[in-house]
């Protein structure tokens, strides 16, 4: 096991992939000279060429629809968006395009296409860059959506995803990037639609995803020492869904509490809900209760950040109105 940052696990991932497949290439906005604005892909313009780590304008509609294009054309793509809020600007090439033209095609194009960059609450650089677009995307059918927090899934799951013959939104983090953890020296890679039990626990539930599961585990550890024994599903990907485990989870515990970025209108969490009501009812001893951002733009002072922003101490009070019932 090697501990590294969470931006070497990525890069790994990528310079294994295009080792092992020449078709496959990075294109994004200062991701060659630069390095990457986040060093995720630092040295691979040295190692893979121009022609395989493209420079871009800044114009993300320009060349998302070039990577899908490229797709088509029997490429696999690497499409990195500086930051998933200006991925908006390329909304219509990924749902208009990536994620239907398999079904408009019927079947004759696949578009094994990754876009990936980071997403969500970002330190002290206000609403524009700090949207999480988590059920944006996942609403809409064709796309895959992952997400992971720690250097071993951010690995396996970009290999994973790179590999995918379908359009793959992956969820990265700038606040993240340098957090380290164990990968493996062999190659491995994670299977798509499977959540991880980051925590075993019989008295809740805890659902959560993305850098959010650093602020559950902290909960978690303050509830065990208050008697709650909280079991913790990350579930990595948001479409497709693990329900088994979800649902198995819920069923050993019978409370659950769902904590995520993001708004809780219309969001991941809400959807998430809903279909454990709909398989779980029967066993639910108490209603299920979320966390998530508060419903505001993000704003830039640190202080107001963490009002906003879901923390452990928000955690642990929802948990115990979960138990009291």
Sequence with gaps: MALIQIREALRQAMQEEMRRDKDIFLMGEEVAHYNGA??????????????????????????????????????????????????????????????KIYQMSGGQYSIPIVFRGPNGTAENLGSQHSTSVDSLYAHFPGLKVVTYATAYDAKGLLKAAIRDPNPVVFLESEMTYGVKGEVPDEEYVIELGKADIKRAGKDVTLITWGKQLFNVQNAAEQLAAQGIDAEIVDLRSLRPLDHETIFNSVVKTGRCVISHEGFLYAGVGAEIAARIQEACFDVLEAPILRVANRDVPQPYATNLEQLVNPTPERIINTVRQVMER
């Excluded at 993300?60 to 054309?73: K, N, Q, R, S, Y």
């Excluded at 793509?77 to 090439?93: G, R």
Aim: no cysteine; hydrophobic share 50%; net charge negative.
């Design 38 to 99: 986040y060093k995720v892909s630092q040295g691979m313009l040295e190692e893979f060429g121009e022609d395989r780590v493209v420079d871009t304008p800044i114009s993300e509609g320009g060349f998302a629809g070039l990577g899908v294009g490229a797709a088509m054309a029997g490429m696999r793509p690497i499409i990195e968006f500086m930051t998933w809020n200006f991925s908006l600007v390329a909304f219509d090439q990924v749902v208009n395009s990536a994620a």
